[in-house]
């Protein structure tokens, strides 16, 4: 029997579309340099790396994913279209957007199949479908970072893990539009919502939970560790009991907005609090470029006008400021827009991709999604839920 090595490894993916940069990073606790198979001269240099190092290595487009066939780009009858795939109802396609491929009846598709595919639009009386992986066109950097070396172990067989399939194969690249054609995100009633009454009086009871793992909110942290410095002036937006701010960035100064004192007095980051109902209150209560930093944490899913607030934030930023969005995957689902629970994960960073550009007044836009990280043993969740929320942030700096 062989003796393997292991590591626990964070690798990412780096890679640039029309309208951003995008940082795709998945965790492995349990790598093995015998079984696993390791893309590109990572597989010859990852044994050899040591707690903390880490390493890149470029790759162009179609080497790590399967490269874009235009044979893949298929026309299909509207009869071919399950409509009902969708537990919510039938879906009305639009262009731009993506749908389990599952849907399409094709020879390149099975009914189970929930890998997106992207809807391109009529072709006449036929649909266009883009069955190529979302990647496929895009130049990757692959990243590789040794967050701890494992004892070895006596091989008996196991699960073999291909890190390039599993870290591009359901998700990174649907965050991007394509080059030709606008997403169309915005068509028929995408921010109606079941609940449609007042907000204030909705959240006028405190709902003091964790709407994301403890991990998960370490890992917004990490992001916001990256852009914000000590001593801003920063505006959280959508506040409540916890701020999800790094520790190491001292001095902070925080204006809490949101809709229930009761929580925000429980936030030990806040240094003020303003009562405000971004959904129907038209302008911010600020003058502008009050503020050097803003952040909306797990809460641009309930936003009904999502493109007047992002104006009205940049008006209350100084020049340059950031603007930090994220989010996981729960909601509270009356006030939810409808058009959030239709989307693939990823293709929500998409969509406020679109707030940013559409706002008018933003550039240098950047996504980024972690995934994979285990659930702490004490969330109340585990271990019917052995992973970590997902992550997915998007951010953007005022150009005014």
Same mark, same amino acid.
Request: proline share 8%; aromatic share 10%; charged share 25%.
């Given at each position: ?13 780096? +890679? ?17 340099? +015998? ?20 390493? /890149? ?5 179609? /080497? ?143 709902? /003091? ?121 729960? +909601? ?7 058009? +959030? ?60």
């Amino acid at each position: 029997m062989n003796q393997s090595e292991r590591a626990s490894v964070e690798f990412e993916i780096l +890679w640039k579309s029309n309208y951003a940069r995008h940082r795709d990073r998945y965790f492995f606790p349990r790598i093995n340099f +015998w079984r696993d198979i390791l893309p590109g001269h990572t597989a010859r240099l990852l044994p050899s790396m040591q707690e903390g190092e880490a390493r /890149v290595e470029e790759f162009g487009a179609g /080497v790590l994913v399967p490269p874009y066939n235009d044979q893949l780009v298929v026309t299909v009858r509207h009869a071919q279209i399950n409509q009902q795939f969708r537990d919510n109802g039938p879906t009305v396609l639009r262009p731009g957007r993506f749908y389990p491929r599952g849907m399409i009846a094709a020879p390149e598709t099975f009914p189970e199949e929930t890998r997106p595919c992207r809807y391109l639009g009529n072709k006449g009386a036929l649909l266009q479908v883009d069955l190529n992986r979302p990647l496929a066109a895009y130049p990757i950097t692959l990243g590789a970072k040794v967050v701890k070396s494992l004892d070895p172990v006596t091989e008996r067989g196991g699960v073999c893990h291909d890190i390039a399939y599993t870290m591009t194969d359901d998700g990174p690249g649907v965050q991007a539009c394509v080059h030709h054609l606008d997403t169309d995100f915005f068509h028929g009633a995408p921010f109606g919502r079941d609940d449609d009454g007042d907000d204030a009086a909705f959240y006028s009871t405190p709902r /003091v939970v964790e709407q994301i793992d403890a991990a998960a909110s370490r890992a917004i942290a990490e992001i916001y560790g990256r852009i914000l410095r000590p001593g801003m002036q920063v505006l959280d937006l959508m506040s409540g009991s916890h701020s999800h701010l790094p520790e190491q960035v001292e001095g902070l100064n925080v204006t809490g907005l949101g809709l229930n004192r009761a929580e925000m007095a429980q936030n030990g980051r806040l240094s003020k609090v303003v009562i405000h109902d971004l959904n129907s209150d038209k302008p911010l209560p600020f003058n502008d470029g009050a503020f050097e930093a803003a952040l909306c944490c797990v809460s641009v899913q309930y936003l009904t006008e999502p493109i007047r607030i992002f104006q009205e934030i940049s008006r209350v930023l100084k020049r340059g400021g950031p603007f930090i969005v994220a989010f996981s995957h729960r +909601w509270f689902p009356p006030k939810v827009i409808r058009l +959030w629970t239709e989307l693939h994960p990823f293709e929500r960073m998409g969509l406020v991709v679109e707030y940013f550009r559409k706002s008018g007044s933003f550039k240098d836009l950047h996504t980024e999604s972690v995934r994979g990280y285990p659930r702490p043993d004490a969330d109340r969740y585990f271990p019917q839920v052995t992973l970590s929320d997902p992550v997915f942030a998007i951010w953007g700096k005022t150009l005014l």
